[in-house]
């Protein structure tokens, strides 16, 4: 047999793995988390933040989240995680969510609503979006105490 034989079996029993481990992931998680946590919408740090925290959880990973303020209102937010992917769907909505809300209403936001958008989380990682709100918190709570 040659090499490119063993090549092109090789190939193709990884994508069967891979095939064999999406339709797993759709078993314990959402569409709109998959889309999330393979696509994550604002990764990264800002320039000078106004409020930032870093929080490590209960399970070892660690969420952070900076925020840019103008008045009152959130203009933009990045979030950093080295948690796995149900983390960065929680990061990636939770920066969405932010954006536009008053300092206030930003306080207001809680676990339950990133699951209602996420569509629920296996029960083993409903800490994310614990971690990623109380990381929201303690920024915006730093940004308080800078203004």
Do not use: W
């Amino acid at each position: 047999m040659g090499d490119e034989d063993e090549t092109s079996k090789f190939d193709e029993l990884i994508k069967k793995l891979e095939e064999a481990i999406r339709k797993e992931e759709r078993k314990l998680y959402g569409e709109k988390t998959i889309i999330e946590a393979l696509n994550p919408k604002n990764v990264g740090e800002l320039v000078n933040p106004d409020g930032t925290a870093r929080i490590t959880g209960p399970h070892g990973d660690t969420m952070e989240i900076q925020l840019k303020v103008e008045g009152d209102i959130i203009k933009d937010s990045k979030f950093t995680t080295d948690g796995r992917g149900s983390m960065v769907a929680c990061g990636s909505v939770l920066t969405e969510l932010v954006r536009g809300k008053s300092i206030h209403d930003a306080f207001r936001i809680e676990d339950k609503d990133i699951l209602s958008i996420l569509g629920g989380l296996p029960e083993e990682d409903l800490y994310s979006p614990t971690l990623a709100v109380n990381t929201l918190r303690a920024a915006l709570k730093n940004y308080q105490t800078k203004k």
